[in-house]
């Protein structure tokens, strides 16, 4: 027996082991289209437009000199590769982001509209008191990363705020450059005259703490209010890291020439909150994003697709709850959204609605209807509840990433009932296609579809243990998993083995904790003893 759980672990380290060389292959080999790539372009040309606009503007005016070529050029190169270096991250953490051409605009648009705010806020500091000025405190980058952790992710969002913050401290650093030829009266001032603007390095050390500070703090938004307290938060954070920045260049004290830098800084924070709990249920619907508060929505049980489930498929819904347990406590194990697991499970088999009767948990006291068919017709009909349940998601317009899982809980697994089946029926001239028998997939791409694929197939196959002990519950689930795992389903899906231990062990606890042992009643004594009054159990 240990030289059998040796091999097989060797398996499964080798297995492993090719799984990130593989990834990070695909990584590199990925590219984009060129209709792709040339909309990119624009948009890396459209901000550095919007970084230097003054220059732009006067060269497509006819006044054109030395300096404002350099400029240019140096903006254009300065800009392009901080978006070569963003795009090689996306590519390699999130590649479905830049993979399609609205999610390409969206990006860029979200990036111009801060470079533009930006630009705006600058234009706006030379038509105020200089006490005032420093406008370009209020750009909003936080609430940029804050919605695009909501939409996309913590690590893009965080990548995406460094960059900006970047982009608008070269801002600060332009302006004055491009628009002292001009004779500004305020640029062509005595050495000790107040600059026209803030420090370019302050602005890149306060707009990128907001930036770290917002993904960090709104990974996770439960409550409608949370955006105005992470808002608080960044505000005092960025005033609080100007402070610090004036008493190192010892400008703080005994006179401070900006004294509405701090307030415009905790002033950016408390906008940043109001902008995002206004804009976030736009990005939900726009993004058909799973927001942790729209998740809570939906794991309603009011919800109609749930309440007809429970209609129609009772059985199914009742082990979709299970899923759902084992499914939450092997997300929390692993780090993963054990939110959209928990919710995700509650709706993986909704297209079994359409025929509850021909699938064996529905099937209390009938007939079994694939006694009468075909297994290659049987086969047909169980894996065609994922299709069902795809369209069901999208009729009710459920977020991306439950269809996501709803699409691929199977991935390509086999049905190996009816394959088997098919095997024994089936005649010598008979042709047998396996892949007639396999789920059409995808693949899990995702932590919670993974969990969710192996919750399912746990679930299912611990109705079948006659006595479940502790030790039958774990030989189960490791040999579920491993049977998994060897048939290439987690291969997309970025868990490591670690990881996948960390499942198997939370989902053994949770079925251990499902299938506790109970004290037997008198009454079911008697009854097996055939003898005596039987009794109602309280």
């Given at each position: 027996?240990?030289?059998?759980?040796?091999?097989?672990?060797?398996?499964?380290?080798?297995?492993?082991?090719?799984?990130?060389?593989?990834?990070?292959?695909?990584?590199?080999?990925?590219?984009?289209?060129?209709?792709?790539?040339?909309?990119?372009?624009?948009?890396?040309?459209?901000?550095?437009?919007?970084?230097?606009?003054?220059?732009?503007?006067?060269?497509?005016?006819?006044?054109?000199?030395?300096?404002?070529?350099?400029?240019?050029?140096?903006?254009?190169?300065?800009?392009?590769?901080?978006?070569?270096?963003?795009?090689?991250?996306?590519?390699?953490?999130?590649?479905?982001?830049?993979?399609?051409?609205?999610?390409?605009?969206?990006?860029g648009a979200c990036c111009l509209a801060c470079v533009a705010a930006a630009k705006a806020l600058l234009w706006l500091d030379g038509a105020v008191a200089a006490?005032?000025?420093?406008?370009?405190?209020?750009?909003?980058?936080?609430?940029?990363?804050?919605?695009?952790?909501?939409?996309?992710?913590?690590?893009?969002?965080?990548?995406?705020?460094?960059?900006?913050?970047?982009?608008?401290?070269?801002?600060?650093?332009?302006?004055?450059?491009?628009?002292?030829?001009?004779?500004?009266?305020?640029?062509?001032?005595?050495?000790?005259?107040?600059?026209?603007?803030?420090?370019?390095?302050?602005?890149?050390?306060?707009?990128?703490?907001?930036?770290?500070?917002?993904?960090?703090?709104?990974?996770?938004?439960?409550?409608?209010?949370?955006?105005?307290?992470?808002?608080?938060?960044?505000?005092?954070?960025?005033?609080?890291?100007?402070?610090?920045?004036?008493?190192?260049?010892?400008?703080?004290?005994?006179?401070?020439?900006?004294?509405?830098?701090?307030?415009?800084?905790?002033?950016?924070?408390?906008?940043?909150?109001?902008?995002?709990?206004?804009?976030?249920?736009?990005?939900?619907?726009?993004?058909?994003?799973?927001?942790?508060?729209?998740?809570?929505?939906?794991?309603?049980?009011?919800?109609?697709?749930?309440?007809?489930?429970?209609?129609?498929?009772?059985?199914?819904?009742?082990?979709?709850?299970?899923?759902?347990?084992?499914?939450?406590?092997?997300?929390?194990?692993?780090?993963?959204?054990?939110?959209?697991?928990?919710?995700?499970?509650?709706?993986?088999?909704?297209?079994?609605?359409?025929?509850?009767?021909?699938?064996?948990?529905?099937?209390?006291?009938?007939?079994?209807?694939?006694?009468?068919?075909?297994?290659?017709?049987?086969?047909?009909?169980?894996?065609?509840?994922?299709?069902?349940?795809?369209?069901?998601?999208?009729?009710?317009?459920?977020?991306?990433?439950?269809?996501?899982?709803?699409?691929?809980?199977?991935?390509?697994?086999?049905?190996?009932?009816?394959?088997?089946?098919?095997?024994?029926?089936?005649?010598?001239?008979?042709?047998?296609?396996?892949?007639?028998?396999?789920?059409?997939?995808?693949?899990?791409?995702?932590?919670?579809?993974?969990?969710?694929?192996?919750?399912?197939?746990?679930?299912?196959?611990?109705?079948?243990?006659?006595?479940?002990?502790?030790?039958?519950?774990?030989?189960?689930?490791?040999?579920?998993?491993?049977?998994?795992?060897?048939?290439?389903?987690?291969?997309?899906?970025?868990?490591?083995?670690?990881?996948?231990?960390?499942?198997?062990?939370?989902?053994?606890?949770?079925?251990?904790?499902?299938?506790?042992?109970?004290?037997?009643?008198?009454?079911?004594?008697?009854?097996?003893?055939?003898?005596?009054?039987?009794?109602?159990?309280?």
């Amino acid at each position: 027996m240990t030289h059998r759980r040796s091999d097989r672990r060797r398996m499964l380290l080798d297995r492993l082991g090719v799984l990130p060389r593989r990834r990070l292959r695909e990584a590199l080999r990925r590219s984009l289209t060129f209709a792709e790539g040339l909309l990119a372009v624009c948009v890396v040309l459209a901000i550095a437009a919007a970084l230097d606009s003054h220059d732009v503007f006067l060269v497509a005016g006819g006044v054109l000199s030395a300096a404002m070529v350099q400029r240019l050029i140096g903006t254009l190169a300065l800009v392009g590769a901080l978006a070569a270096l963003g795009l090689v991250y996306l590519l390699r953490f999130q590649p479905q982001l830049v993979r399609t051409r609205r999610q390409i605009v969206a990006f860029g648009a979200c990036c111009l509209a801060c470079v533009a705010a930006a630009k705006a806020l600058l234009w706006l500091d030379g038509a105020v008191a200089a006490p005032y000025r420093s406008l370009v405190y209020l750009t909003p980058i936080s609430a940029f990363t804050i919605l695009f952790t909501v939409a996309y992710g913590q690590r893009e969002a965080i990548a995406a705020g460094v960059i900006l913050a970047i982009v608008c401290g070269l801002a600060v650093y332009i302006e004055p450059l491009a628009v002292g030829e001009t004779g500004r009266p305020w640029v062509s001032g005595a050495p000790s005259a107040l600059p026209p603007h803030a420090e370019p390095v302050a602005v890149v050390v306060v707009l990128m703490a907001g930036a770290l500070i917002g993904p960090l703090a709104c990974r996770r938004i439960r409550k409608r209010l949370k955006p105005i307290e992470v808002g608080i938060l960044i505000g005092l954070a960025q005033a609080f890291l100007l402070l610090a920045f004036y008493l190192i260049l010892g400008r703080l004290w005994p006179r401070w020439p900006r004294a509405w830098e701090p307030a415009w800084a905790l002033a950016n924070g408390l906008g940043v909150g109001i902008l995002v709990t206004v804009l976030l249920p736009l990005v939900e619907l726009v993004f058909n994003v799973a927001t942790d508060i729209r998740l809570l929505e939906l794991s309603d049980q009011d919800q109609p697709l749930l309440r007809s489930l429970v209609t129609l498929a009772p059985s199914t819904d009742n082990h979709s709850r299970r899923v759902a347990r084992l499914a939450e406590a092997a997300a929390e194990a692993v780090g993963a959204n054990s939110l959209l697991a928990l919710v995700g499970s509650y709706y993986h088999d909704i297209g079994k609605m359409t025929k509850p009767q021909y699938y064996i948990e529905n099937q209390t006291g009938h007939e079994n209807p694939h006694d009468r068919l075909r297994p290659s017709m049987s086969s047909l009909i169980i894996i065609s509840h994922v299709k069902d349940g795809v369209e069901l998601a999208l009729e009710a317009r459920l977020p991306r990433a439950i269809v996501e899982i709803i699409e691929q809980h199977h991935g390509t697994s086999a049905v190996e009932f009816f394959y088997d089946r098919h095997l024994r029926e089936a005649r010598d001239s008979e042709p047998i296609d396996p892949s007639f028998f396999r789920y059409a997939g995808p693949r899990p791409a995702t932590k919670e579809a993974a969990i969710i694929m192996l919750a399912d197939s746990v679930e299912a196959a611990s109705r079948t243990l006659d006595e479940p002990t502790p030790t039958r519950i774990e030989a189960l689930v490791t040999r579920i998993i491993a049977a998994k795992l060897l048939d290439g389903q987690l291969e997309d899906c970025h868990l490591t083995l670690s990881e996948v231990r960390l499942i198997e062990q939370a989902m053994f606890r949770v079925l251990c904790a499902m299938y506790h042992a109970r004290v037997e009643y008198p009454a079911a004594r008697t009854e097996r003893s055939g003898g005596g009054r039987r009794r109602r159990a309280p």
